[in-house]
Each structure stands twice: as structure tokens, then as C-alpha cells.
């Protein structure tokens, strides 16, 4: 081959002394050109069909392979043989070509086969994910130990390919090193590992909004580098926060809210627990003309009365038998508000419930969700509804509980005098 692209190179002038590196040079371009031509149509041939294979076959695994690109990997070994195949055709044009080629092309194959080995241990992985016993006893943390002594070793054996030496003699000086090395760049080590981890287990992304009390963060973040990772608070300072932090310590990270749609709204009213009585005609008949409990002022006071006729219950004491009461249609009635607002989500947890009465009343907790995740529609939404609520509170014959203020201090001295 490369006499024949010389012979031609003479035939068309080119002079004697330069037409050897000239067909030398011509020839290394069309084997990468032709090694690329290779790989794309092994890439349009071979994976069809190794699909289509796959795609008939009832196993799952073969499925998972395919899924995590592992056979799309191995395709790139393809045009790397070629080159290594082509090496000893550049001898007579460069005298030490074969060898470097061939070193190369080494060092071409080991990488891909480290990537291909990556893919297959996260198919590993995702096959394992499918028995019963993952829940129990994950693997993943021991697939990434495999996969950063995978890396190590396919990169001294690069290494050695291309300086050509063995691979035994670079980790024994590597090892003789270390701990020079690890005390030099312990910061870089511990921040490449959390890089690594950081990524691997998608525990935070550009954009994510994040906590971390202990450092005094709480915002978006903005950058992720080697050694640390910025984070601009709300209030727009930057907080810079050791990357090995995020792994070695616990943070709070909002995305998942985001993702879902939905923002938590968890908050109390406080009852005054004098304000509690059981409902009377008069009350129960302003109740009903509310629409929202029509219904279930009609339900229950029909299941009590049932209740009490077949119990044959004393009437002289209101102790004796089921009544309603004004708390117990406050907490029906804020639920069927809830469900009847617009922007609370319909899909997700919904509750009105008392929490444990204590020195500042009893607790009326309200828990839903809105249907949006912007902060600021979510501040008006959780608003709106607490205005609702505590204006609404007195058609209820209740009343909020709260520690006297200077006003009533004086009203209360007016009184006296």
C-alpha cells in the first residue's frame, strides 16, 4: 500500500526525497479515515441486528445491556484494531512509526474497554436492582469502588503501554509516593472523591436549591468545582461550601419538591380551648346555612341521633351520648375548603387535624399542598388561606387564642377604674 501511494506521488512530480513521508503521511489518514467509515457502519449494521436479537430474546439482562449502552462501547474497539492492525505499513516511511502506532493503539483499546466495563457494571447494577434483595443489601457503592480501581488501573496500564514499561515498575514507584502524594493534595483527593460521589448519586445539581444549616447556606447553587461549591442565598450573598461537605455531612436538597409540583404548606392555628362546646339547635341550624358542611352537619346529626336512640341515652346531661361539636365542624369545614380551593394540588396528602393541646391552646394543624412550587404564588396562596380561616373562625363560636397585648392591659385598667 504505501509503495503504491509512493509510486503514484513520483508519476505526479512530487519530488523523490519527500514522496516517502508524504505516502507515509497520506497513508496514516486514510487508515483513521477508514477506521472511522468502519465504525460508523459497524455502528449502523451491527447494532440493529444485535437489537433486534435482543429485542426477541425473553431475558431482561441482554435488555439492560443495551439500555446502558454497553455493546455501543464495545463497537469502538473496532477502528482501534484497525489502527493496530495498520502499524507495521508505516515502517518503511517512519522508522519508529510501527512502534508508536501500535502503543497508541494500545492505549486506544485498554480505555475502551474501561468504559465498556463502567457500562457494564452499571447494567450490573440495574439487573440487580430487579430481585428482592436490593432493597436489603445494595451493591452500588461496591460497583463505584470497582469502578475508581478500574480507572487506577486502566490508567497505569495506559501509561505503561505508552512509555512502554512495565506496569509493576510505575506502581511500585506509585505506591513509594503515596503518601507524599496524599498529604500534598488531600484536599484535591477528598475533592475529586466527592465530585465522583456527587455525581454519580445525582445528590446535587446546578440549580438545585439546598440547605445546609451548618454553613449558613440556603439558596441555589451556582457552581460545582473541584474543591468547593458556591451557592448564592436568597438573600444574593454566596456561601462556599467545601464540596467533600456535601458528602460527609447532611444537607437538605429542595429539588425533589420542584420535581413533584407541589410545596408543603404545615402550619397551626391556635384555639382558645374555652371557646370549645358541644352544638346546640341554634348552632347546628347556623351551621347548615354554611355549604361547604350542608352535608355533613345532615350525616352526622342523623348517625348521632340513630346512635343515641338505639343506646336509649339520658338526655338530662349533655355528658351522656354523641354530640357535635364546634371544633369538630371548624376541622370538616377547613378540610372541604381545602379540597374546594383551586390552587391547593388534588393529588396529594390533604389533612386538618388537632395536634396536643398545650399552655397557647389547642393546635388546628393544616396540611396540604399547593399546586405550584414558585415561592412567591406559594407565600400568597399559604396566605390566603389562614386569612380565610381566622376571619371565619367566629361563625364557629371560636376563638384564637392569644397572649394579652398592651391594648387589653390597658382596656382591662379603664375597666377597673
Request: charged share 20%; net charge positive; hydrophobic share 50%.
Amino acid at each position: 500500500m504505501l509503495a503504491w501511494i509512493k509510486s503514484f506521488l513520483l508519476a505526479h512530480g512530487l519530488a523523490a526525497d519527500i514522496a516517502l513521508p508524504a505516502a507515509g503521511i497520506i497513508l496514516a489518514l486514510s487508515v483513521v479515515l477508514f477506521s472511522i467509515l468502519i465504525y460508523y457502519l459497524a455502528k449502523l449494521l451491527l447494532l440493529p441486528i444485535i437489537r433486534a436479537v435482543i429485542k426477541r430474546s425473553r431475558a431482561q439482562w441482554d435488555d439492560i445491556l443495551l439500555h446502558n449502552k454497553v455493546f455501543e462501547r464495545l463497537i469502538l474497539l473496532i477502528p482501534a484494531l484497525i489502527i493496530y492492525a495498520f502499524a507495521p505499513a508505516f515502517t518503511p516511511a517512519f522508522t519508529t512509526a510501527e512502534d508508536w502506532v501500535r502503543r497508541v493503539a494500545a492505549g486506544i483499546i485498554v480505555f475502551v474497554l474501561i468504559l465498556a466495563l463502567n457500562r457494564m457494571l452499571d447494567a450490573i447494577g440495574d439487573i440487580y436492582k430487579q430481585y428482592n434483595v436490593s432493597k436489603t443489601r445494595p451493591i452500588r457503592g461496591y460497583l463505584q469502588v470497582v469502578k475508581i480501581i478500574t480507572l487506577i488501573v486502566g490508567i497505569v496500564v495506559i501509561i505503561s503501554v505508552l512509555v512502554d514499561r512495565s506496569p509493576l515498575i510505575l506502581l511500585g514507584g506509585i505506591g513509594a509516593a503515596t503518601a507524599v502524594i496524599l498529604l500534598i493534595f488531600q484536599n484535591t483527593i477528598l475533592g475529586f472523591v466527592a465530585g465522583i460521589q456527587l455525581t454519580e448519586n445525582d445528590m446535587v445539581r446546578l440549580g438545585d436549591w439546598i440547605e445546609i444549616p451548618k454553613h449558613g447556606a440556603d439558596g441555589a447553587v451556582v457552581e460545582i468545582a473541584l474543591h468547593t461549591v458556591k451557592v448564592q442565598n436568597w438573600d444574593k450573598t454566596i456561601t462556599t461550601v467545601p464540596t467533600y461537605a456535601l458528602v460527609s455531612e447532611s444537607f437538605k436538597n429542595w429539588r425533589p419538591m420542584l420535581e413533584a409540583g407541589g410545596r408543603r404548606i404545615k402550619r397551626s392555628v391556635y384555639i382558645d380551648m374555652a371557646s370549645i362546646r358541644f352544638c346546640d339547635e341554634e348552632m347546628l341550624e347556623r351551621y347548615r346555612k354554611i355549604q361547604y358542611i350542608q352535608d355533613y352537619i345532615d350525616t352526622k346529626t342523623r348517625d348521632i341521633a340513630l346512635h343515641n336512640a338505639q343506646y336509649k341515652i339520658d338526655f338530662s346531661s349533655q355528658a351522656n351520648g354523641r354530640h357535635l361539636t364546634n371544633i369538630g365542624t371548624f376541622r370538616h369545614y377547613v378540610a372541604a375548603y381545602l379540597r374546594h380551593y383551586p390552587r391547593v394540588h388534588p393529588d396529594m396528602a390533604l389533612m386538618v387535624r388537632q395536634l396536643n393541646p398545650g399552655e397557647t391552646g389547642l393546635p388546628i394543624e393544616v396540611y396540604c399542598f399547593t399546586n405550584t412550587t414558585d415561592w412567591e404564588e406559594y407565600e400568597g396562596i399559604k396566605a390566603d388561606i389562614f386569612d380565610h380561616i381566622l376571619a371565619v373562625l367566629p361563625q364557629f363560636d371560636l376563638r384564637i387564642f392569644q397572649n394579652p397585648s398592651g391594648h387589653d392591659m390597658a382596656r382591662m385598667r379603664i375597666g377597673r377604674v
